[in-house]
């Protein structure tokens, strides 16, 4: 059974930082395009950051330079570094687990809620 686990979120305020994991397990989890999305209130789920099996990694422009996506395969772990967060940051954030080559997959954990107050 596939389950991805995300931890780390919480209440902090503009400026302070987080840092979510998201454990993998029931996949070979390096071989997977791994990522972070977030889904505020009354909007759609939204990108934050991906990173492929080779490293190659992708940000919203909205969080570029302020977030950093990064894995451990060895651990079955994504993290994301979330710095000088905003309130416009708040939301339910999600860890995504896919491949596009066949056989195609796609997993979603439940969530975490981070929370940011002026």
């Known amino acids: 059974q596939v389950q991805l686990v995300e931890s780390g979120g919480g209440l902090v305020q503009t400026g302070e930082s987080l840092r979510l994991s998201c454990a993998a397990s029931?996949?070979?989890?390096?071989?997977?395009?791994a990522g972070w999305y977030r889904q505020a209130p009354g909007k759609q789920r939204e990108l934050v950051a991906t990173?492929?099996?080779?490293?190659?990694?992708n940000y919203a422009e909205s969080v570029r330079g302020r977030f950093t996506i990064s894995r451990e395969n060895g651990k079955n772990t994504l993290y994301l570094q979330m710095n000088s967060l905003e309130p416009e940051d708040t939301a339910t954030y999600y860890c995504?687990?896919?491949?596009?080559?066949?056989?195609?997959?796609?997993?979603w954990g439940q969530g975490t809620q981070v929370t940011v107050s002026p």
């Open positions: 995504n687990a896919n491949r596009q080559t066949p056989p195609r997959r796609d997993y």
């Open positions: 029931g996949i070979i989890f390096a071989i997977y395009t």
């Open positions: 990173i492929t099996s080779g490293g190659w990694i």
